[in-house]
C-alpha cells in the first residue's frame, strides 16, 4: 500500500458523460500528479499540481480538468466522454524531501460505453 | 523532447533464473533520475529501483540491479533467482526537470516454473 488512495476503483458511464475521479495523496506530500494508462501501454502524464497550484500539464485534452484542494486531495474531471477515454488513470505524490520519487494510487479504471 | 524505448515487448525466463530487460532513453539533459516500476495483474504500479544519472554506481535493490550506461544512454534492469512473484508488466521512465515522469511502452515479464 503506497498510501495514496483513489476513489472510485471502477467506474462504468456512457459516451457524453462527465466523470469525476479523486485522489488522496500520502500524508505530507504537496505534489499530485494524474496519469492516463490505455490498455497495456505506458503511462501518459497528464498534469501536476503543487499545494494547489498547477506546476507542469502534459497531453491533457481541453475536455479534461483537474485542481488541488487546500487539503491537498485532487479531483480530476472528464467531461463529452469519448469511448477512446477508456483507461485506467492513475494519481501519483511525491514526498517534500524527495520530490523525485512518485507513489502510486490503485488506479481509477474507467470503462466508456 | 525527452523519450524512453523498450524493445522488448515480452521475455521470458525460468524461475530461479537471471533476465535482463532493456530501456535506452533520449535526453539533452545531464542531471535527471531513471526508474523501473513494477505493474503486475493487479495493476498497481510499484517502484522498483531508482538511479540518479550523477551516480556512476549502479543502483542495487536485493535481486534487482540496473546497468547505467549515461554515455550510451542505457538503462537495464537485472532480475536475479527470478520468482513467480516477479511475473509482470515492467516500465522504465524517466524524470525530466518538469518533474512528470516519461515512460517507456513496457515489457511484459513470464517467469516459468
Known amino acids: 500500500d503506497s498510501g495514496v488512495t483513489q476513489t472510485p476503483k471502477h467506474l462504468i458511464t456512457a459516451t457524453g458523460q462527465r466523470v469525476t475521479l479523486r485522489c488522496s495523496p500520502r500524508?505530507?506530500?504537496?505534489?499530485v500528479y494524474w496519469y492516463q494508462q490505455s490498455l497495456d501501454q505506458g503511462l501518459q502524464f497528464l498534469i501536476q499540481?503543487?499545494?494547489?497550484?498547477?506546476?507542469a500539464k502534459g497531453n491533457i485534452l481541453e475536455r479534461f480538468s483537474a485542481q488541488q484542494f487546500p487539503d491537498l486531495h485532487s479531483e480530476l474531471n472528464l467531461s463529452s466522454l469519448e469511448l477512446g477515454d477508456s483507461a485506467l488513470y492513475f494519481c501519483?505524490?511525491?514526498?517534500?524531501?524527495?520530490?523525485?520519487?512518485?507513489?502510486f494510487g490503485p488506479g481509477t479504471r474507467l470503462t466508456v460505453t | 523532447a525527452q523519450t524512453v524505448t523498450q524493445s522488448q515487448p515480452e521475455m521470458s525466463v525460468q524461475e530461479a533464473e537471471t533476465v535482463t530487460l532493456s530501456c535506452t532513453y533520449d535526453?539533452?539533459?545531464?542531471?535527471?533520475?531513471l526508474f523501473w516500476y513494477k505493474q503486475p495483474p493487479s495493476r498497481q504500479m510499484i517502484l522498483v529501483i531508482r538511479?540518479?544519472?550523477?551516480k556512476q554506481q549502479n543502483a542495487t535493490e536485493n535481486r534487482f540491479s540496473v546497468n547505467f550506461q549515461k554515455a550510451a544512454k542505457s538503462f537495464s534492469l537485472k532480475i536475479s533467482d527470478s520468482q513467480l512473484g516477479d511475473a509482470a508488466m515492467y516500465f522504465c521512465?524517466?524524470?525530466?526537470?518538469?518533474?512528470?515522469?516519461?515512460w517507456g511502452a513496457g515489457t511484459k515479464l513470464i517467469i516459468k516454473p
Open positions: 501519483a505524490s511525491s514526498p517534500r524531501d524527495a520530490d523525485y520519487e512518485q507513489y
Open positions: 538511479q540518479e544519472a550523477y
Open positions: 499540481y503543487y499545494n494547489g497550484e498547477e506546476r
Open positions: 521512465a524517466y524524470r525530466s526537470a518538469g518533474y512528470q515522469l516519461i
Open positions: 500524508s505530507g506530500d504537496l505534489s
Open positions: 535526453t539533452s539533459e545531464s542531471d535527471y533520475y
